[in-house]
């Protein structure tokens, strides 16, 4: 029996189910995206799972990763240890609630720096501009932040 680690197992897993599912193997950036890790992660990790002669693939081909275990030692995908990849973040729409609702019942909202605007973010209804932002933010979770907290006021 192939001795691999919890998140050697998980990737197993995923490959295998995504297989299943799909018809073909999945690519590294479905393995990014699930795991929400680093392309460069996503391919170290491939590159071990070869080395240990838990897959084969064809380097330069895309989607040839094959398992070469049988199904039977595989574990259960999402049956993760501690150390695995952690649960998923809050949804956007349970995170910013006021900005779900301002973009599908009132209006529209543009983020970004242009020539026609001096700020980061504006709020937009049928009547033209709603609210402007600073000219600048250190994080975008800042200017989801002062965002959402303003939208707040705007639907009072």
């Not at 998140?7 to 073909?24: C, D, E, P, R």
């Not at 599908?104 to 609210?131: C, F, P």
Request: hydrophobic share 35%; glycine share 8%.
């Amino acid at each position: 029996m192939s001795s691999f680690t919890p998140k050697q197992g998980q990737y197993l897993a995923f490959i295998h189910s995504y297989t299943q599912v799909h018809g073909l193997p999945p690519a590294e950036a479905d393995l990014q995206r699930y795991f929400r890790v680093s392309p460069p992660s996503v391919h170290q990790m491939i590159i071990t799972l070869a080395e240990r002669g838990l897959i084969s693939r064809e380097p330069g081909m895309a989607r040839s990763i094959r398992i070469s275990l049988p199904v039977e030692q595989l574990p259960q995908l999402g049956n993760k240890g501690a150390d695995s990849t952690p649960s998923a973040p809050p949804s956007f729409e349970t995170s910013y609630p006021m900005i779900t609702s301002w973009v599908t019942t009132r209006g529209s909202i543009e983020i970004g720096q242009d020539d026609n605007s001096r700020s980061m973010v504006r709020v937009l209804d049928e009547g033209g501009m709603a609210w402007e932002g600073k000219t600048a933010y250190m994080t975008l979770d800042a200017l989801f932040a002062d965002l959402e907290a303003n939208l707040s006021k705007l639907e009072l």
